[in-house]
């Protein structure tokens, strides 16, 4: 009966780990976009936290250098809790047992997916 046991959790763990890997490589392939100043500066980030892009509007280039500084920061901090969110949501699904009809594998606290 334990040996039972013991083989179900083995195999659970491997399920987990199979169900990482592939969100693992989801997530490199994600991309995020954070805006700022109602769309006037957008960014986008891979969940790898790699900026593809950042687009300003026209308009802001007449504006102080500082100003358009903190609206890339807000962008960027925007994109980065997206991203936090989408990854919270994937690894969740596992360590609550929601794709994997296991009892929930609850995950220690401030657990991050490597990436």
Do not use: H
């Amino acid at each position: 009966m334990i040996k039972d046991q013991i083989a179900d959790l083995i195999k659970q763990a491997e399920q987990m780990q199979e169900k990482m890997k592939k969100i693992q490589e989801e997530l490199i392939q994600t991309v995020v976009k954070g805006e700022s100043g109602a769309g006037l500066v957008i960014v986008e980030l891979s969940c790898k936290y790699e900026v593809r892009r950042v687009w300003i509007a026209p308009s802001l280039m007449t504006e102080e250098k500082e100003m358009i500084e903190d609206l890339v920061a807000a962008a960027i901090n925007d994109a980065t809790k997206k991203i936090e969110a989408i990854v919270q949501q994937k690894v969740g699904s596992i360590t609550n047992g929601q794709d994997m009809g296991m009892g929930g594998m609850g995950a220690p606290g401030g657990f991050k997916l490597p990436l």
